[in-house]
Nanobody, 119 residues
Framework: QVQLGQSGGGLVQAGNSLRLSCAAS????????IGWFRQAPGKEREFVAL????????SYAESVRGRFTISRDNAKNTVYLQMNSLKPEDTAVYYC????????????WGQGTQVTVSS
């Protein structure tokens, strides 16, 4: 089992930055990658970014590419999401999740953290 503890988030004005953290513990060896997702009120959850633990390979949703940066600190078992040039449409609850090896499903999720961007 993998436990994911999130921190960061809050209320910021458009154009500003925030950093989210996702600290993993437990059976991390069973985790292939960490993904960030978000869900805005009345909308479906959407993929934001992903990073693999071993090689650090990354992928991003088109809506955040060039503004958000995902990174990892393997010594701390922590993944970060640096969010720059925030827009009101980035307002959502953000979740990190652990992706399994050999598949595309995510079997463990963080508790979620609110990000609110005011115009």
């Amino acid at each position: 089992q993998v436990q994911l503890g999130q921190s960061g988030g809050g209320l910021v004005q458009a154009g500003n930055s925030l950093r989210l953290s996702c600290a993993a513990s437990g059976r991390i060896a069973g985790s292939y990658a960490i993904g960030w997702f978000r869900q805005a009120p009345g909308k479906e959850r959407e993929f934001v970014a992903l990073i693999t633990w071993n090689t650090g390979s990354t992928s991003y949703a088109e809506s955040v590419r060039g503004r958000f940066t995902i990174s990892r600190d393997n010594a701390k078992n922590t993944v970060y999401l640096q969010m720059n040039s925030l827009k009101p449409e980035d307002t959502a609850v953000y979740y990190c999740a652990s992706r399994v090896f050999g598949g595309t499903s995510y079997n463990y999720w963080g508790q979620g953290t609110q990000v609110t961007v005011s115009s």
